[in-house]
């Protein structure tokens, strides 16, 4: 803050609030083997009638939710995602109208999939259990706990800073002093896998690959001449 006294008598007040030091961003990954899967399941049911279509829905995914506690998923680490009823129309032509023809019901659940060696064999269970209605709308794969990963990027990070920093000091001649700011972002290892296929006779294969745990650092240095 630095003051100044004009010639008419009257002091005037500027406030710097440039940011001294040098200024970098750091980044930090690593990859880790996924040990969860989300699977989303769904079934949709169309008929003449709300409670004909609700009723086959019903009916569905009880067995869906069957199939999967049968393969050892707990009822903790199933969970409702959606449900719907909406009505179907088509245009008459005739009278230029559109007219209701049925009702569609549509209910999903997201399914928590500990053991990762039963993805696939899991996958044609709840398939094989809805029929027809089954819709697979997805699956993703997680780690449970990230906290070790994020360490683990973040010292990354924090390492990948300060060598940036010291050299840009080297660049300029002086020395790099304290940190005197830190700011931590981290993403989210969540990898999304659409590519599911439904064999007749053998099991759905599922490819778990790596994810990417990062985390990204600003830090402001010192500077020491």
Request: with cysteine; glycine share 8%.
């Amino acid at each position: 803050i630095g003051c100044s006294s004009p010639d008419d008598g009257t002091e005037s007040i500027t406030i710097n609030n440039q940011q001294e030091g040098i200024s970098v961003n750091g980044q930090g990954k690593v990859s880790v083997t996924p040990d969860i899967a989300i699977l989303t399941v769904g079934i949709q049911s169309q008929e003449a009638s709300v409670a004909s279509a609700q009723v086959k829905a019903t009916d569905a995914m009880n067995k869906v939710v069957s199939a999967l506690t049968g393969n050892g998923i707990a009822s903790k680490d199933i969970q409702t995602q959606r449900f719907s009823i909406q009505v179907v129309t088509r245009y008459d032509t005739t009278t230029q109208q559109e007219v209701i023809i049925g009702y569609s019901v549509t209910n999903s659940v997201t399914t928590k999939i500990r053991a990762l060696d039963k993805v696939g064999v899991i996958i044609d269970a709840v398939a094989s259990a809805g029929g027809d209605l089954t819709r697979i709308e997805g699956i993703s794969f997680a780690i449970e706990d990230p906290t070790t990963y994020y360490s683990q990027a973040r010292e990354k990070a924090i390492i990948d800073a300060k060598a940036k920093a010291q050299q840009i000091a080297t660049l300029l001649g002086v020395t790099v002093g304290e940190p005197t700011y830190v700011s931590e972002s981290t993403s989210s290892p969540i990898y999304q896998d659409s590519r599911i296929a439904l064999p007749v006779a053998s099991e759905t294969p599922i490819s778990l690959g790596e994810l990417e745990v990062s985390a990204s650092v600003q830090v402001v240095y010192a500077i020491s001449k």
